[in-house]
């Protein structure tokens, strides 16, 4: 199992999930991520917990290109739970550091990183990727349009590689969370009835890959919401404040 955004609450909920669940245990899980200290108290938890080896690879999506660090690795499961929300529109949504660092880490240095994992899995002819993607990105919003935008590109790319990849043999699973109960929005007043746990999000994923999946809102309220959301005329959308 590869993980990208080893630091992430969801990423952790997930693997635990998995070993929890699995009676097969991964020879190794790669733990690949741009934060060696956190990421290293993960890999001694999973060893202490459940006996399970990990190799960490320290990749920042913002300096690192050299993929060859990724050469040896030989998996069937891929989970992105890569993102960076920025500032919104109140503190510095044309801050064009904000702006360059929200568009490379949810999109554009992201997208070779999993084309690079991509083409290793068509070439298996096998295995499954799950990439996080977000309810921001299917519609763009006043509050966090660049995000938003990212993700967006994300999620497409998502649909173009389940449909790229289907015929290859490799199933892609497209997560789209609504609120979640993460490090990301610490201190965000967040609607409780609409907020998901790490686990809950662990679960709805694992159940969507065992049940093969293409899409998956965590909270199924977000399925509701969004089909309205992306309903609303134009002319109105504009005048909201969403
Ligand atoms: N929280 C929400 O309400 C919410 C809602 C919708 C969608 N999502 C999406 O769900 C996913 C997980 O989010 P989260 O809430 O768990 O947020 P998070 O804790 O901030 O996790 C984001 C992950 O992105 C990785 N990352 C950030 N900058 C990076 C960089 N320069 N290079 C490599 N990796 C980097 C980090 O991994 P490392 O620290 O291991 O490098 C981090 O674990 C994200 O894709 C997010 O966009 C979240």
New binding site residues.
């Given amino acids: 199992m590869i993980i990208?955004?080893?630091?992430?609450?969801?990423?952790q909920a997930f693997i635990e999930k998995v070993l929890i669940e699995q009676k097969n245990k991964y020879p190794k899980i790669y733990l690949v991520?741009?934060?060696e200290g956190?990421?290293g108290r993960l890999a001694k938890h999973l060893k202490v917990k459940y006996n399970q080896d990990s190799e960490i690879i320290l990749?920042?999506?913002?300096k690192d290109t050299d993929y060859s660090v990724f050469d040896s690795i030989d998996s069937d499961l891929l989970f992105c739970?890569?993102?960076?929300?920025g500032k919104n529109s109140e503190d510095g949504l044309y801050d064009l550091a904000n702006t360059q660092k929200i568009t490379k880490?949810?999109y554009s240095n992201l997208l070779p990183l999993m084309n690079y994992f991509a083409e290793k899995f068509e070439a298996k002819k096998t295995g499954t990727i799950i990439g996080?993607?977000?309810?921001?990105g299917m519609r763009g919003r006043q509050s966090n349009f660049v995000y938003g935008s990212a993700?967006a590109g994300f999620l497409v790319y998502l649909d173009g590689l389940r449909n790229y990849l289907y015929h290859k043999g490799v199933h892609v699973i497209t997560v789209v969370?609504?609120?979640?109960d993460?490090?990301?929005?610490a201190g965000m007043p967040l609607p409780k009835p609409l907020t998901a746990s790490?686990q809950q999000a662990a679960a709805a994923i694992y159940k969507a890959w065992k049940k093969k999946k293409n899409k998956v809102f965590v909270k199924g309220i977000w399925k509701c919401i969004m089909t309205i959301i992306v309903h609303v005329p134009e002319f109105i959308f504009k005048k909201m404040k969403m």
């Fill in positions: 990208l955004g080893t630091t992430s609450d969801i990423s991520t741009s934060n956190e990421t990749f920042d999506l913002l739970a890569v993102g960076f929300l880490i949810n996080l993607a977000s309810v921001a993700k969370p609504g609120f979640m993460t490090k990301m929005t790490p």
